[in-house]
């Protein structure tokens, strides 16, 4: 059998089957084959069973006892790093007295975690049915919203229920492919029944053997047996990776451990607390759209020289300091003013945002006498939110509150301050190389459309 791994990375789907039936076990061959891939994953793992992922790949358990971290952790820290060091988390609540209550918790960090970062992720959910069951409600509990929104942000979602009757139809139609082994329950049969296009694959549900599975929307027609695992069951010996590395894991724990999971290391200050809360622009354009784009670029200059090859060095997200000084100007009527916002970049030249980015020398920025027809000026505060990122992510600078001011009041010298705001605006910075030549481009990580900043 063969399985895009893009598919599962992206997409929405399900492993159904009786209790017994091999869901795990096909989990279990699935997340090896992520670990071999180097694609990062998290898996709600009910039985206290994945941690012997670690034999092939650096993974963080996280465990009431017995594994790397507690459920102390700072789970924002947690899948921050687990992002961006590609390093899968088992969470693990086999031992948990609140499992729900960790579970939620647990996602809710990585849901908005990952609507910022915006990577290629995919979780995985033993026991889907327990939380996130069929019930009529008018909330949507995290799981469903995993599901449903959770694509825009680069979440894949692949649940396992024994159950399928029981979990939230919200979720189970958002499945696109999914693996059924034996099932015998009439109210489960008829559960699956709308995903299955074909009748007989359904008649054969109630017949399979441990290991099998039939499948839909992954274009595969027959049922099939699973193969075997490298960890764990089977104790087969460990093929993939050879020796795991387990450097770059123990100074991400050494972090993590620092954060929060007991408060007593909070003191020193020194060593862990790598991240901070900060405003962020709203990140319209994700780091896959960039490297789409990157691409395109590369292509095209491919394409005009004929024999050169241009590859991508790099695509990188950073954020840079922009900041936002609002003022008052007075209007002819008497206490009445307009408020108005602009947006200076570091070097303090004017930044105009509406469907792209753009930097305007503030000298150059014309001596208009109406203020309505300043295309700089904005009428509408940025809209920003509180982001949590490491040092390394951003770029250097502050703004000078009163510089800017001064600025203004330049243009409008019976302009007021109302306030001001350092924000960050996420930006990526494409290198494409061509033997020596390099060549360097900026999107904003708004629109996604070049920029020239200097
Ligand atoms: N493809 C397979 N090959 C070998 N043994 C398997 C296979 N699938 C499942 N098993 C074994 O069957 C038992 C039940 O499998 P498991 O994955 O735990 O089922 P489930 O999660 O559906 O309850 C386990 O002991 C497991 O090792
Ligand atoms: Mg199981």
């Not at 301050?417 to 190389?433: D, E």
Request: aromatic share 8%; hydrophobic share 40%.
């Amino acid at each position: 059998m063969d399985v895009d791994a893009e598919a599962i990375m992206t997409g929405r789907g399900c492993i159904m089957g009786q209790s017994g039936s091999g869901k795990s076990f096909l989990a279990g061959v699935l997340l090896e084959e992520l670990c071999r891939l180097k694609l990062p994953f998290c898996v709600i793992d009910t039985e206290g069973e994945y941690s012997a992922l670690k034999d092939i790949a650096p993974v963080i358990v996280v465990a009431e006892e017995g594994g790397d971290i507690g459920f102390g952790v700072d789970f924002d820290e947690l899948f921050l790093r687990s992002i961006d060091n590609d390093i899968p988390v088992v969470i693990d609540v086999s031992d948990t007295e609140d499992k729900k209550g960790a579970v939620y918790r647990s996602l809710q960090a990585l849901y908005s975690v990952e609507s910022r970062m915006r990577r290629p992720y995919l979780v995985v959910i033993e026991e889907a049915d327990k939380f996130a069951p069929q019930v009529v409600r008018k909330d949507h509990n995290i799981i469903e919203e995993l599901s449903v929104r959770g694509r825009k942000g680069g979440v894949g979602l692949l649940v396992a229920t024994q159950r399928p009757a029981n979990i939230s139809k919200n979720v189970l139609s958002q499945c696109s492919y999914g693996f059924v082994g034996k099932l015998t329950i009439e109210n489960d049969l008829n559960a699956i029944r709308i995903l299955f296009g074909r009748k007989q694959a359904l008649e054969n549900i109630t017949r399979l053997g441990t290991g099998e599975f039939v499948s839909f929307g992954l274009g595969i027609e027959n049922s099939f047996r699973i193969k075997e695992r490298v960890t764990k069951h089977a104790g087969a010996t460990p093929e993939i990776g050879g020796e795991v590395k387990r450097g770059r894991i123990e100074s991400v724990l050494k972090d993590l451990r620092g954060i929060g999971n007991t408060g007593s290391n909070r003191s020193g200050r020194k060593s862990a607390v790598k991240s901070q809360s900060v405003r962020a622009l709203h990140m319209g354009f994700g780091l896959d759209d960039a490297k789409g784009y990157a691409q395109k670029i590369a292509k095209k200059r491919f394409l005009l020289f004929g024999n050169a090859t241009e590859r991508i060095d790099s695509v990188e997200l950073k954020y840079m300091p922009i900041g936002q000084c609002s003022f008052r100007i007075p209007t002819r009527h008497k206490n009445e003013y307009l408020e108005y916002y602009a947006l200076f970049d570091l070097k303090y030249r004017l930044v105009r945002i509406d469907n792209g980015i753009r930097t305007l020398d503030v000298e150059t920025a014309g001596k208009g006498r109406t203020v309505n027809y300043m295309p700089w000026l904005r009428k509408e505060p940025l809209d920003t939110e509180e982001v949590k990122l490491v040092k390394e992510d951003m770029i250097e600078g502050a703004l000078s509150e009163r510089k800017a001011f001064s600025l203004i009041r330049r243009r409008f010298p019976e302009a007021m301050p109302s306030g001001f705001l350092q924000a960050l605006m996420p930006i990526y910075i494409i290198t494409l190389k061509n033997g020596n030549r390099i060549r360097e481009f900026v999107l904003d990580g708004l629109f996604g459309r070049q920029v020239n900043f200097k």
